[in-house]
């Protein structure tokens, strides 16, 4: 039967993984706001729902995957083929 990870194990086994995507997603919206015609870009749907999946990551919850999920998901459809 698998132990479950306190806490503590959970951070120092992925903290590393964490910096990095944080550092990376810092990266590339760095990038995004230096390039040109961001100002046009602010208002694309894409970067809106990568500012409410910013929001998401930082709320409180255990949900956050399932929320972000969501978020990028289109939604059903009964009909599609």
């Keep these: 039967m698998p ?8 951070l120092d086994r992925h903290y ?4 990095c995507g944080l550092l990376d997603l810092a990266a590339a919206l ?3 706001e230096r390039s040109d015609g961001f100002d046009q ?3 694309d ?3 809106q729902r990568v500012q409410e999946g910013l ?3 930082a709320s409180a919850g255990n949900d ?4 972000l999920q969501m978020l990028f998901s289109d939604a059903y459809v009964p009909q599609w083929k």
């Design 3 to 10: 132990t479950i990870q306190s806490a503590q194990q959970v």
């Design 16 to 19: 590393l993984e964490i910096r």
């Design 30 to 32: 760095d990038r995004l």
């Design 41 to 43: 870009t602010a208002q």
């Design 45 to 47: 749907p894409r970067l």
């Design 55 to 57: 929001k998401i990551v």
């Design 64 to 67: 956050r995957a399932e929320r």
